[in-house]
């Protein structure tokens, strides 16, 4: 079983920092399956980022997705007020389905 | 707009069975090119996969769930639902009801029900 671990796991910023999540696959996957949720208290989750860089329906182009093989990252290049939240990364695939175990961006 | 809703219990007491529907507006439950899926966050923890299926009668559960978990639909009802059976304090947290296509993607949730095992 592959194993997502995310770092840190409290990000503190203030708005209009940047700020760089990491995702660390256990072994080498597929980039085209990793995607990212933003998590938020009293609302939907949100898909964010799928194939690693794509951008879901409706997104700021501030959330950027990359990396490739067994290392990938969720950068928000300016923090606004409301993308202060809780992200996950998942593997997903006909088979696949993990989770990583967060990273919380919280206002500095 | 497609959205869903989780309603049910917040509290359960220990050994009891919980039940959730999630309720699909704007939008069928009967997709060709969907799962309907259930996501728990337990407390303190990371998001679980509970289990998925879709109105075609294709289901799966998460194998550490399985001898306690039942997904079922009322697509007259644009509904679906998860019995999990014998309630324990591990399994309080937030659930969450969504949509997933056939690789396990999820471009759609619901806002989360929070339930409470306790006596």
């Known amino acids: 079983e592959i194993v997502l671990t995310q770092s840190p796991g409290t990000l503190s910023l203030s708005p209009g920092e940047r700020a760089t999540l990491s995702c660390r696959a256990s072994q080498s996957v597929s980039s085209s399956f990793l995607a990212w949720y933003q998590l938020k208290p009293g609302q939907a989750p949100r898909l964010l980022i799928y194939g690693a860089s794509t951008r879901a329906t409706g997104i700021p182009d501030r959330f950027s997705g990359s990396g490739s093989g067994t290392d990938f990252s969720l950068t928000i290049s300016r923090l606004e007020p409301e993308d202060f939240a809780v992200f996950y990364c998942q593997l997903y695939g006909i088979s696949l389905l993990t989770f990583g175990g967060g990273t919380k961006v919280e206002i500095k | 707009q497609v959205k869903l809703q989780e309603s049910g219990p917040r509290l359960v007491k220990p050994s009891q069975t919980l039940s959730l529907i999630c309720t699909v507006s704007?939008?069928?439950?009967?997709?060709?090119?969907?799962?309907w899926v259930w996501i728990r966050q337990p407390a303190g923890e990371g998001l679980e996969w509970i289990g998925r299926f879709s109105t075609s009668g294709i289901t799966k559960y998460n194998s550490s769930l399985t001898s306690r978990v039942t997904m079922s639909v009322d697509t007259s009802k644009n509904q679906f639902s998860l019995t999990l059976t014998s309630m324990t304090a591990a399994d309080t947290g937030l659930y969450y009801c969504?949509?997933?296509?056939?690789?396990?993607?999820?471009?759609?949730w619901g806002q989360g029900t929070p339930v409470t095992v306790s006596s």
């Open positions: 969504a949509r997933g296509n056939f690789g396990n993607l999820f471009d759609l």
């Open positions: 704007g939008g069928s439950l009967s997709s060709d090119s969907h799962y």
